[in-house]
């Protein structure tokens, strides 16, 4: 029987040990190695179905990814929502984490090739749908930049000199 990436089949159905799912959250090392050497399953997940790897990468702690990784957490497992570490990385905006997981992922034969696009923006938004909804961001803007408030265009403050 084949299971999909995000099939229900396919999440592990353990729930995760609170004291590890705490140790992640809060990027605590050591506390998670601890948690891992008592055997605690690096593959249980929540009650919405995300696995300590999954929140370790939402969060942005690169080597608790690295460690969860080399104990067996599954890069590939997904959420009840069909989001996988992969994509929680390219959503929370680390970088150095979606590296990481890219290179993990890449190896997987059951991944589909779209996964590993370079980010978000690389995504189709259909219309409609919640991303078609959020406004353009309004950075700040450069030295030497002010940014007008009613237009999206940038406008200089300083004067070229003649």
């Given at each position: ?47 919405r ?72 923006a ?16 309004n ?24």
């Amino acid at each position: 029987m084949e299971t999909r990436l995000n099939d229900p089949l396919r999440l592990s159905g353990k729930p995760i040990n609170p004291h590890l799912r705490i140790a992640v959250l809060t990027g605590v090392l050591a506390a998670v190695r601890i948690r891992i050497d008592r055997g605690d399953d690096v593959n249980a997940t929540d009650d919405r179905g995300r696995s300590p790897l999954m929140l370790a990468a939402s969060r942005g702690h690169l080597e608790t990814c690295r460690l969860l990784l080399e104990a067996g957490a599954d890069p590939t497992a997904c959420d009840r929502e069909g989001n996988a570490a992969l994509g929680l990385a390219i959503k929370s905006h680390h970088p150095a984490i979606v590296a990481l997981l890219r290179d993990r992922v890449a190896a997987s034969a059951d991944y589909p090739p779209d996964a590993l696009r370079e980010t978000p923006a690389d995504y189709p938004v259909l219309p409609g749908s919640i991303e078609a909804q959020i406004p353009e961001p309004n950075f700040a803007p450069a030295r030497g930049l002010q940014a007008n408030p009613g237009r999206p265009r940038l406008r200089r403050t300083c004067r070229n000199r003649a």
